[in-house]
Each structure stands twice: as C-alpha cells, then as structure tokens.
C-alpha cells in the first residue's frame, strides 16, 4: 500500500532552535517524494523534491531507502517558517500525488 | 506563467443549486487534478486527468461531476451538495510523469459553503 505518516501533528519550537519535521514512506516501487508548504492564507507550493538533492529557504531532506523516511531539516529555524508543511509521494503510473497528513511547525520569538 | 488559475475564490451555494468551480493553467501542463481539503487536514485526491482523459475517480459522489474541456482548463460541476461538502477545493496541474517532471503546481483554491 502507498501511504506517507508524518507522525507529528504540532512542532513547536524556539527561534534559532533547530527542526527536523519527519516524514516516513511506504512504496514498493521507487519514490519520488516532496515537502509541501501551506503558509496563512497562501496556496499549497513546492518546497523540496528529492531528486534535485537541493536547500530551499535553508531546508534540506534526504531519502534514506533503508529506513523509508525523507525528513525536513533546518539548522535554525525563523519565525517566517511558520506554516503548515506536507511530505507528499508521487505514485508513478497513476500520476497521483498521496499526502502525509501535514505537520503544523509554529515557530517562536 | 507559472501559476494555476481557481475560480471563484468564494462560493456560497444552497443544496438544490447547480454551480461549477473552474481552473485554468497555460503552463503545458498535461496532467490536472481536483482536490478537496477540509479544515486542519490534508488535501484529499478527488480526480486526475491526464491528457484530456478521466485516469482517476477516488470514488468521488456523482453530484461532483468533472469536466476536461481542454489541455488548459478543468471545471468541477457540483450539484445537490449536501452541507458536509463545505470545504476548500484545490486545482493542481503538473507536467507529464514520462518527462519526469511531476512536481505539481497548485491554485488558490476555491472555499465552497453549501447551505
């Protein structure tokens, strides 16, 4: 079965506080994974794709196949990253897109 | 132009109605999407197109009813909603999972209210 669980519903941390938002996969094929970012009042939009291997907004994510898991990091979180983020797998053949069930990160002066 | 178009962006509609959401996108993008969010909670696949062509029905209720007039837009046309399906509903297109491009570039969304 195709399924993503972020396990965390609230992460709530501290300015400058580092955040690891977790994002485990289950697929039988190979993944293709991404972060979704839904800030207040704006639309869904790309954060990360894994293929691209790439740090957006001082984010990063790497796919471990060992352990089926594409977590978000960042050294030093700011108040803007503040939103709602998404990990989201891709099932080929079907262009489908099946989504976590989100991680709300508020970040605090 | 890389975005994807929703309209309207409200709508407040009773159960015996008939109105149609519309979305539009002039990125080339050959696959397009509806989906549904409620509040607090992940958006939910509804349908895909993909080249013009119905590929996914998430066993959606027959009074959502989708239409692909052509590579560019994509209308939900609702009827006899009931209140549960209030909610926000999300057009999302990407490009063509052959070329491997499937990131996928989502609207604003259409926050539907049915009384």
């Known amino acids: 079965a195709q399924r993503v669980t972020q396990p965390e519903k609230l992460l709530s941390v501290f300015k400058g506080a580092p955040v690891e938002l977790k994002c485990n996969y289950s697929y039988s094929g190979s993944p293709e994974l991404f972060w979704y970012v839904q800030y207040s009042r704006q639309r869904l939009q790309l954060l990360l794709r894994h293929i691209s291997r790439e740090s957006i907004k001082g984010f990063t994510a790497d796919l471990n196949k060992g352990e089926t898991s594409f977590h978000l990091k960042k050294p030093f979180a700011q108040e803007e990253d503040s939103a709602m983020y998404y990990c989201a797998l891709f099932s080929g053949g079907y262009n489908k897109l099946i989504f976590g069930a989100g991680t709300r990160l508020a970040v605090h002066p | 132009d890389t975005e994807v178009t929703q309209t309207p962006k409200h709508l407040v509609m009773g159960m015996t109605n008939k109105k149609s959401l519309k979305c539009e996108q002039h990125m080339g993008h050959r696959a397009m999407y509806w989906y549904k969010q409620k509040a607090k909670k992940p958006p939910e696949l509804m349908f895909v197109y993909s080249y013009e062509k119905l590929s996914i029905n998430e066993s959606v209720p027959s009074r959502f009813s989708p239409e692909c007039p052509n590579s560019s837009l994509l209308n939900l046309h609702l009827h006899a909603l009931q209140p549960e399906d209030s909610a926000l509903y999300l057009c999302?297109?990407?490009?063509?999972?052959?070329?491997?491009?499937?990131?996928?570039?989502f609207g604003q969304g259409t926050r539907l209210t049915v009384v």
């Open positions: 999302a297109s990407s490009q063509d999972e052959v070329r491997g491009e499937t990131e996928a570039f």
